[in-house]
């Protein structure tokens, strides 16, 4: 028999165990294995029915991922659960932990199925790029129905047992170690007189609208195809026989294996898995971590709490005041109340955080015996000072002093201590409680066990964390400032800041640069061209318009008018009048004659800046690796998951030609659009950037 699926007996049943860790991906061995399982179970004389079960933490977490993109090999998934399906034993599938896509898909091949309360499944090739490809779409609309069927294939959702239960999809739920439970189910079955139940045998279901189920998924999706063709595959379970509704299934998946948008997902999909794998962190050990402190109790230095204290950590939050204290507390426990109503916490756990877990001070000495303390206060390098002087004085030794500055620089906040080597830049991202992406940002003294322990904080807080080299606004917001510059000069020159948010919208960000700059507040933008005016080089240009609204009080959502006008209490707003003489103003002011732009230049141009920018970060080793720019814009800037990140679109676009337009830009803008370096190095030699994250994986 295969390393991968063992064959034993017990009495009349036969059983193959799937070993594959860690997840018991269906990789060719196992495709393999389980058809020759299948040859010996029906050779072997008084076998009546076979248990399949899976090794370790899973039953199987789907089809092997690192196989796609390469000549498929057989057998195939598909012709491994048909063969389930028609062989004249009685198949049983017993499921544990996950089972996802092909893992599913094997499942439904079975005539029965028996899984363990807390295990899940779901069909989560959506968010791969793709669509079950081995009998989903046509199996499970027929065990369970079109609408079902279509929110867990569309959604990708996982599906606790219970929930399975009521659904259809499992028969049955048992606590037990699957394989004993998995048999017993089999005699139960085979002692009941129970017959093989092929799925697709059974009655089709019905139609639905379909054109507009189709609308539907891909208006949900922000562009993403893979949701909408799964309803056309699903539509085939009820207008074609069975095997050609896997034909049909066949046809889309094979088609969106072809896709950028499949080659993004899965590049999204393996780059948030390695961004937090840092070779230099390999053997260090991160300090004991049990309580946090933090200083300031505003809307970020709540929500880091609310973060802090949701992951089980004790938090002391030190503010000015003891009413601003108390109006933290309050906030913090508006952000449990969510958390409560969301059913992610108990009454109890709610009650807990909030009278043993959370203590509010306004005196420093309460931070005497934290493990590390996160600083979020006003962004001004003289505040900052000062609480770090007062940290180094009142902290026990060890304890990791960390910022959440977004730009100011952490090697000047950690020389203001006496223990530079315990001092970090931890970048949230607001609300903290609920953004995914921190950026880590390590300063030249950092101990590597700081490092560590930041890294550990993020996995302990669910946090996408990303490695980031000190410069003004890290990787992410400095990256943000050039694709804003862009935009900016797009519109001086003459597209309309509507224009623009609705080209980038169609292409997939959850929101345009100008719609962002209205929530984020328009007076970030204002104080940040204030701060940087002195050392303005002659050649930048940079628009004021947008002041005047500032200068009147006008910041965005917060005050219901920026780029766009907020009725009370909307987050969607319309496009506000001033603003188009305001613009029509400061180009008569500069002399430029407003021209047409077309979505498609748009979207170049900002991606361009985007990506240039991106490889000046990389060239300076402000990020390591791509995927670490690519795991930034992801989940901290609304970038199109789709599109895998900034670098991986750009080499799907392919590097030379952004090079080119790029240089075409510069004619009329040398000083904004200068190349960077490590972009012309690249082109020159005929490598990419994921040439380079493959260059640091190996490394
Ligand atoms: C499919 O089935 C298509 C079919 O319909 C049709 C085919 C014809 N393959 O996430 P973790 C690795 S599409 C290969 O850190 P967790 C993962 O990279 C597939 N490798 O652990 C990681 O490796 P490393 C549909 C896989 O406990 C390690 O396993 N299925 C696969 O947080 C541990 O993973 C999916 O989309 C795979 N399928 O979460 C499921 N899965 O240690 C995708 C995982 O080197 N997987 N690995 O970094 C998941 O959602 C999560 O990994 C899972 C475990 C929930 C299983």
């Given at each position: 028999m295969s390393d991968t699926v063992s064959y034993t007996r017990k009495d009349d049943v036969a059983i193959l165990r799937i070993t594959n860790p860690p997840v018991n991906a269906l990789s060719q061995a196992v495709r393999a294995g389980l058809m020759d399982g299948m040859d010996r179970a029906e050779a072997d004389d008084g076998v009546r029915a076979a248990l399949i079960v899976g090794d370790g933490r899973a039953f199987i977490a789907g089809a092997d991922i690192t196989e796609f993109g390469k000549p498929p090999q057989t057998p195939y998934l598909t012709e491994v659960c048909n063969r389930i399906e028609s062989s004249p034993l009685i198949f049983v599938a017993s499921m544990h932990g996950v089972s996802l896509g092909g893992g599913l898909e094997i499942a439904l091949g079975a005539h029965y199925r028996v899984a363990q309360p807390d295990a899940r499944v779901g069909l989560p090739e959506v968010h791969l790029g793709l669509i079950?490809?081995?009998?989903?779409?046509?199996?499970?609309?027929?065990?369970?129905?079109?609408?079902?069927?279509?929110?867990?294939?569309?959604?990708?959702?996982?599906?606790?047992?219970?929930?399975?239960?009521?659904?259809?999809?499992?028969?049955?739920?048992?606590?037990?170690?699957?394989?004993?439970?998995?048999?017993?189910?089999?005699?139960?079955?085979?002692?009941?007189?129970?017959?093989?139940?092929?799925?697709?045998?059974?009655?089709?279901?019905?139609?639905?609208?379909?054109?507009?189920?189709?609308?539907?998924?891909?208006?949900?999706?922000?562009?993403?195809?893979?949701p909408a063709e799964a309803v056309r595959a699903v539509q085939a379970s009820v207008e074609q026989p069975f095997d050609e509704g896997l034909e049909t299934e066949r046809r889309i998946f094979m088609e969106l294996m072809e896709t950028d948008q499949r080659q993004g997902m899965i590049h999204a999909f393996f780059s948030e898995r390695a961004v937090g794998n840092?070779?230099?962190?390999?053997?260090?050990?991160?300090?004991?971590?049990?309580?946090?402190?933090?200083?300031?109790?505003?809307?970020?230095?709540?929500?880091?709490?609310?973060?802090?204290?949701?992951?089980?950590?004790?938090?002391?939050?030190?503010?000015?005041?003891?009413?601003?204290?108390?109006?933290?507390?309050?906030r913090i426990a508006g952000n449990l109340q969510g958390a409560l109503k969301r059913g992610k916490i108990t009454d109890a756990k709610y009650d807990a955080m909030l009278t043993n877990g959370l203590e509010v001070s306004v005196n420093y000495d309460s931070l005497a015996s934290v493990d590390m303390v996160i600083e979020a206060v006003f962004e001004d390098m003289g505040v900052k000072k000062d609480v770090f002087g007062k940290l180094d004085a009142v902290c026990k030794k060890g304890a990791v002093l960390a910022t959440n500055t977004s730009y100011l620089d952490v090697d000047e906040i950690a020389a203001s201590t006496s223990r530079p080597a315990d001092v970090i830049g931890l970048h949230f991202f607001s609300p903290a409680h609920v953004m995914k992406l921190l950026e880590i940002v390590v300063a030249d003294q950092t101990a590597p066990d700081v490092v560590a322990t930041g890294f550990?904080?993020?996995?302990?807080?669910?946090?996408?964390?990303?490695?980031?080299?000190?410069?003004?606004?890290?990787?992410?917001?400095?990256?943000?400032?050039?694709?804003?510059?862009?935009?900016?000069?797009?519109?001086?020159?003459?597209?309309?800041?509507?224009?623009?948010?609705?080209?980038?919208?169609?292409?997939?960000?959850?929101?345009?640069?100008?719609?962002?700059?209205?929530?984020?507040?328009?007076?970030?933008?204002?104080?940040?061209?204030?701060?940087?005016?002195?050392?303005?080089?002659?050649?930048?240009?940079?628009?004021?318009?947008?002041?005047?609204?500032?200068?009147?009080?006008?910041?965005?959502?917060?005050?219901?008018?920026?780029?766009?006008?907020?009725?009370?209490?909307?987050?969607?707003?319309?496009?506000?009048?001033?603003?188009?003489?305001?613009?029509?103003?400061?180009?008569?002011?500069?002399?430029?004659?407003?021209?047409?732009f077309t979505d498609a230049e748009i979207l170049r141009r900002y991606m361009a800046a985007m990506v240039n920018e991106a490889a000046k970060v990389l060239g300076e080793g402000i990020a390591r690796r791509p995927l670490d720019v690519d795991m930034t814009l992801l989940f901290g800037y609304g970038f199109p998951r789709y599109w895998g990140g900034p670098l991986k679109w750009a080499d799907l676009q392919g590097l030379p030609n952004l090079l080119e337009d790029i240089k075409s830009y510069a004619r009329d803008d040398p000083w904004f659009w200068q190349p960077a370096p490590l972009l012309e190095q690249l082109v020159a030699e005929g490598r990419n950037f994921d040439d380079l994250n493959k260059q640091a994986a190996k490394a």
């Amino acid at each position: 028999m295969s390393d991968t699926v063992s064959y034993t007996r017990k009495d009349d049943v036969a059983i193959l165990r799937i070993t594959n860790p860690p997840v018991n991906a269906l990789s060719q061995a196992v495709r393999a294995g389980l058809m020759d399982g299948m040859d010996r179970a029906e050779a072997d004389d008084g076998v009546r029915a076979a248990l399949i079960v899976g090794d370790g933490r899973a039953f199987i977490a789907g089809a092997d991922i690192t196989e796609f993109g390469k000549p498929p090999q057989t057998p195939y998934l598909t012709e491994v659960c048909n063969r389930i399906e028609s062989s004249p034993l009685i198949f049983v599938a017993s499921m544990h932990g996950v089972s996802l896509g092909g893992g599913l898909e094997i499942a439904l091949g079975a005539h029965y199925r028996v899984a363990q309360p807390d295990a899940r499944v779901g069909l989560p090739e959506v968010h791969l790029g793709l669509i079950p490809g081995a009998g989903a779409t046509q199996r499970l609309p027929r065990l369970i129905g079109v609408e079902k069927s279509l929110d867990l294939i569309t959604s990708g959702r996982h599906v606790k047992a219970p929930e399975a239960l009521e659904m259809g999809i499992v028969d049955h739920v048992v606590d037990g170690d699957p394989q004993e439970v998995g048999l017993s189910y089999v005699r139960e079955l085979l002692d009941g007189g129970a017959e093989r139940r092929p799925v697709s045998a059974m009655d089709k279901p019905a139609a639905i609208d379909w054109d507009g189920a189709y609308e539907a998924a891909l208006a949900k999706g922000r562009g993403q195809v893979a949701p909408a063709e799964a309803v056309r595959a699903v539509q085939a379970s009820v207008e074609q026989p069975f095997d050609e509704g896997l034909e049909t299934e066949r046809r889309i998946f094979m088609e969106l294996m072809e896709t950028d948008q499949r080659q993004g997902m899965i590049h999204a999909f393996f780059s948030e898995r390695a961004v937090g794998n840092l070779p230099e962190l390999k053997g260090v050990e991160p300090r004991a971590l049990q309580s946090i402190g933090i200083i300031g109790g505003g809307t970020m230095g709540a929500g880091i709490a609310t973060a802090a204290l949701l992951a089980g950590f004790n938090v002391v939050l030190i503010e000015m005041k003891n009413e601003a204290a108390e109006a933290a507390r309050e906030r913090i426990a508006g952000n449990l109340q969510g958390a409560l109503k969301r059913g992610k916490i108990t009454d109890a756990k709610y009650d807990a955080m909030l009278t043993n877990g959370l203590e509010v001070s306004v005196n420093y000495d309460s931070l005497a015996s934290v493990d590390m303390v996160i600083e979020a206060v006003f962004e001004d390098m003289g505040v900052k000072k000062d609480v770090f002087g007062k940290l180094d004085a009142v902290c026990k030794k060890g304890a990791v002093l960390a910022t959440n500055t977004s730009y100011l620089d952490v090697d000047e906040i950690a020389a203001s201590t006496s223990r530079p080597a315990d001092v970090i830049g931890l970048h949230f991202f607001s609300p903290a409680h609920v953004m995914k992406l921190l950026e880590i940002v390590v300063a030249d003294q950092t101990a590597p066990d700081v490092v560590a322990t930041g890294f550990a904080l993020g996995k302990a807080l669910g946090k996408v964390s990303v490695r980031a080299g000190v410069c003004d606004g890290f990787i992410g917001n400095r990256i943000l400032a050039t694709y804003r510059t862009a935009a900016d000069h797009m519109v001086l020159d003459g597209a309309s800041p509507y224009q623009i948010d609705k080209a980038l919208t169609d292409f997939g960000f959850a929101m345009g640069p100008f719609a962002v700059a209205d929530l984020a507040g328009l007076d970030i933008g204002w104080a940040t061209r204030k701060r940087k005016a002195p050392d303005r080089h002659p050649d930048e240009r940079v628009p004021t318009y947008i002041d005047c609204l500032c200068e009147q009080g006008h910041f965005g959502q917060k005050t219901g008018k920026g780029y766009y006008i907020y009725e009370k209490g909307a987050r969607r707003g319309v496009p506000n009048p001033e603003i188009e003489d305001l613009i029509t103003a400061e180009q008569k002011e500069l002399g430029i004659t407003p021209r047409d732009f077309t979505d498609a230049e748009i979207l170049r141009r900002y991606m361009a800046a985007m990506v240039n920018e991106a490889a000046k970060v990389l060239g300076e080793g402000i990020a390591r690796r791509p995927l670490d720019v690519d795991m930034t814009l992801l989940f901290g800037y609304g970038f199109p998951r789709y599109w895998g990140g900034p670098l991986k679109w750009a080499d799907l676009q392919g590097l030379p030609n952004l090079l080119e337009d790029i240089k075409s830009y510069a004619r009329d803008d040398p000083w904004f659009w200068q190349p960077a370096p490590l972009l012309e190095q690249l082109v020159a030699e005929g490598r990419n950037f994921d040439d380079l994250n493959k260059q640091a994986a190996k490394a």
